[in-house]
């Protein structure tokens, strides 16, 4: 229990978790946006921190993979202060047992501490935070590594927070007040997209239970966070880290294929997309949309909760509309069309994160209070069963016989 | 004898009707109805498939408090399970996942009187908000060789090996299915898009004959029923519910409104006056001008 060791030696002396760790992602060559943006977050959250506690501690970026070298400058240029990485054909692709073994082996290794923060060295344990993607290979990746090193994981994150915390726990302080220094408040929006919850991992301080927990991980929302401006003046270490591959590998990977995205949002310069508000009649106003989508030659999206099928429909609807593929959002595509048409939906923080660079963007729903109306331009206020009829029968009029279409 | 572990969660029930909200848009969680979740369900699915085609046998596992039973019972409909395990103690109560995996990890350690298991699924994520994280932390801890995101799988019982394809999907990214070879025991979560498909006339008769026998099986689910709790599940107190659980939820708040650059118009579409502009604008944006 270092605290109580010593109160008179300085704390750099004995705290044993250093650090921000961000675990990279990449496909073929290329980086994933997500990793950008947690390298900007973590060099804001980190700037603030050296100052606020007149320490130097690192964004140190992690990066497993095959020829991935010359990946390192480019993060140094976004951010990273050291990039350490792993290069063997076996890691060409992500496996989540070998990944996950390498990164808890980089995790705490105390040789590569030497070479990035020689003065951290000796009292080096593991990171003090950690960073992955909220995606496919970055959700299942950070439970893994936490799981491995015993603590904890927050989430779908798109708000951190470094801070000194007084807490009160039944079980974390046994009912004391404690103070928390350089606490990760971890924000995560709930279902419903309008609540936030903080969550926070904690060292459990309480003598019977004692246990820390180190490092706070989290999983990044794809979208949250900007990562800053390129400098290619930055200066870097990049650090190689030879891991120890069990050639018996468990896994083989047989094939990859690329399968093309069904529906192309990139192309197209309207979006129509409904949510729950076709409530009261689902058949009906899913053709409503239909139809009006089809006159002004639009593409139809969807929110998440619709995606989960939670109407009966016809079989030729539901296959068609109700489709993963459709999600606008943070668990879909991002779209930036010139007209973006929202109908009966509420503007969760997940799905406006997905439309917000429209150009325009319409909605029509019968209630002001709903958080759409503050990313549209034109708020029709009204229930779209009354409001389609009329856009159609008007715009049919305007329309006369040239479709536009062929336009 | 294939053995096939599920695990299993009660949760909110999203679909039309059954869902209660507050007046702020949050759950209203007393008025809204528990059931299985609908990604267990598929991870049932997928087990069901295993009995169907590889003849094998079915533990469910649940972590929760006794009314998770009825979540046990309607899993047992969708496979036909051998086995119902409910893994209930007061001092499992407000675990974060690390520590829902503990308890899963010794539960599955339990199945069927304690071999290995060679296959264990998963869902994706419990109902719309939660993590996706008591899966893999459950396979970490168990030592299985964890698959993400599969959506078809076969057995080849001779070789002990399981192959399976997952989807891969990454921001900006075209989607990738991989196809895997890993040996058996594997953990898989499932994928919302996976199907069981069932190709012959003899898979068929005997999928009709499973059904069958697990809603018979399910009136009475009870006899299947094991009920375990901290201590006949050989687990530390001090690693399992609250006080083993390494992450709090500190705070819940109202996500403030997003400040952006729009000035909002509000319509009214009774008055046609209102909206002759718009669909000029709307057929002029149509037409890409
Ligand atoms: C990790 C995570 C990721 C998520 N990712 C996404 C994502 O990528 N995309 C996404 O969309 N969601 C996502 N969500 C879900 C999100 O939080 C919201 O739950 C969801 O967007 C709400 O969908 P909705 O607007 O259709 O429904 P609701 O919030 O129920 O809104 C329905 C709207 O319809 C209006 N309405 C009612 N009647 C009518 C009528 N007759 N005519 C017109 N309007 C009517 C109501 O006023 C209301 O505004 C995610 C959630 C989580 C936890
Ligand atoms: N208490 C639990 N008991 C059994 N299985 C669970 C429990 N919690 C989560 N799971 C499983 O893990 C999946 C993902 O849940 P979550 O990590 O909570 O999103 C669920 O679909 C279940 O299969």
Same mark, same amino acid.
């Given at each position: ?127 003090? /935070? ?14 893994? =590594? ?11 994150? %798109? ?27 971890? /924000? ?28 706070? #991980? ?22 190689? /880290? ?38 009261? %009649? ?6 409503? =949309? ?36 459709? =999600?606008? #959002? ?9 007209? /973006? ?65 062929? %336009? | ?7 299993? @969660? ?12 507050? !007046? ?21 699915? +997928? +087990? ?10 079915? !533990? ?38 690390? +520590?829902?995996?503990?308890?899963? @990890?010794?539960? &599955? ?10 296959? *264990? ?22 030592? $299985? ?36 070879? !890993? ?17 012959? &006339? ?9 059904? @069958? ?7 009475? $689910? ?22 083993? !659980?390494?992450?709090? *939820? ?40």
């Amino acid at each position: 229990m270092s605290v109580s060791v010593s109160q008179e030696k300085t704390k750099n002396d004995i705290e044993k978790y250093r650090h921000i760790y961000v675990i990279i992602e990449h496909f073929e060559g290329k980086i994933i946006p997500v990793t950008l943006e947690m390298l900007g977050e973590a060099r804001r959250l980190m700037d603030e921190f050296n100052q606020k506690y007149n320490s130097s501690e690192k964004v140190v970026a992690v990066v497993l993979g095959y020829n991935v070298r010359q990946l390192c400058n480019d993060l140094v240029t976004y951010g990273a202060d050291s990039v350490i990485y792993a290069d063997h054909e076996e890691l060409k692709y992500p496996i989540n047992d070998i990944d996950t073994k390498i990164i808890a082996q980089i995790a705490k290794d105390a040789e590569i501490m030497k070479k990035i923060s020689p003065e951290y060295e000796k009292t080096f344990v593991k990171p003090r /935070y950690m960073f992955f993607a909220a995606d496919n290979i970055g959700r299942h990746l950070s439970s893994t =590594v936490l799981a491995e090193l015993d603590s904890g994981l927050a989430s779908d994150i %798109n708000k951190l927070v470094i801070s000194d915390l007084d807490i009160r726990h039944e079980h974390k302080t046994k009912g004391q007040s404690i103070r928390y220094e350089k606490v990760l408040e971890m /924000y995560r929006p709930d279902f419903s997209g309008f609540l936030w919850t903080t969550i926070l991992c904690l060292d459990n301080k309480n003598p019977e239970i004692f246990r820390e927990y180190h490092p706070q #991980g989290c999983s990044i929302i794809p979208g949250a966070f900007k990562p800053i401006e390129k400098d290619s003046s930055r200066k870097g270490t990049i650090v190689e /880290y030879s891991p120890n591959i069990d050639h018996n590998l468990k896994i083989k990977i047989l094939n990859r294929r690329v399968i093309k995205k069904t529906i192309d949002y990139e192309t197209c310069k309207i979006v129509v997309s409904f949510g729950r508000g076709i409530k009261d %009649n689902p058949e009906q106003n899913i053709k409503l =949309v239909e139809e009006f989508a089809e006159l002004i030659g639009a593409e139809i999206g969807i929110t998440l909760p619709l995606s989960k099928k939670p109407y009966q429909i016809s079989q030729q609807l539901d296959s068609k509309y109700m489709i993963v593929d459709r =999600v606008i #959002g943070t668990s879909g595509s991002n779209v930036m069309p010139s007209l /973006y048409i929202a109908i009966g939906l509420s503007g969760a923080v997940q799905h406006i994160s997905g439309m917000k660079d429209s150009e325009v963007v319409i909605s029509i729903n019968p209630d002001e209070n709903s958080p759409i109306i503050d990313e549209s331009d034109i708020f029709i206020k009204g229930r779209m069963e009354d409001v389609l009829p009329i856009l159609i029968d008007q715009i049919k009029k305007q329309m006369s016989t040239v479709s536009i279409r062929s %336009n | 004898m294939l053995n096939v572990g599920v695990i299993i @969660k009660l949760e909110p029930d999203f679909s039309e009707g059954n869902v209660s909200y507050n !007046s702020d848009g949050t759950l209203n969680r007393a008025e809204t109805k528990n059931i299985l979740g609908p990604h267990s369900a598929v991870a049932c699915n +997928a +087990a069901f498939y295993c009995k169907v085609k590889y003849g094998a046998q079915i !533990s469910i596992g649940t972590m929760g408090p006794p009314i998770a039973e009825t979540a046990l019972r309607q899993a047992q409909v969708l496979t036909n399970a051998e086995e119902l395990n409910l893994y209930s103690d007061r001092l499992f109560a407000g675990a974060d996942t690390l +520590a829902t995996a503990e308890v899963l @990890k010794n539960g &599955v350690g339990k199945m069927f009187g304690g071999g290995i298991i060679d296959i *264990v699924f998963s869902g994706h994520r419990a109902s719309d908000g939660e993590t996706g994280q008591t899966g893999p932390q459950t396979a970490w801890k168990l030592g $299985y060789t964890f698959l993400g995101n599969v959506i078809e799988f076969n057995i080849d019982s001779d070789r002990k090996v399981v192959i399976a394809k997952r989807l891969i999907s990454l921001q900006g990214m075209d989607t990738i299915i991989e196809e895997v070879e !890993s040996p058996l025991p594997v953990f898989i979560t499932i994928d919302p898009s996976y199907r069981s498909i069932y190709n012959t &006339v003899s898979q068929r008769l005997l999928l009709n004959k499973f059904r @069958k026998e697990g809603r018979k099986r399910s009136e009475d $689910y009870r006899q299947f029923l094991k009920v375990y709790t901290s201590k006949n599940l050989d687990l530390d107190p001090k690693r399992v519910g609250l006080q083993g !659980s390494p992450t709090i *939820v500190y705070r819940v708040e109202k996500i403030p409104r997003a400040r952006t650059n729009r000035k909002t118009e509000i319509i009214d579409p009774s008055n046609p006056n209102n909206i002759m502009p718009l669909i000029t604008k709307i057929i002029q944006l149509a037409r890409g001008k």
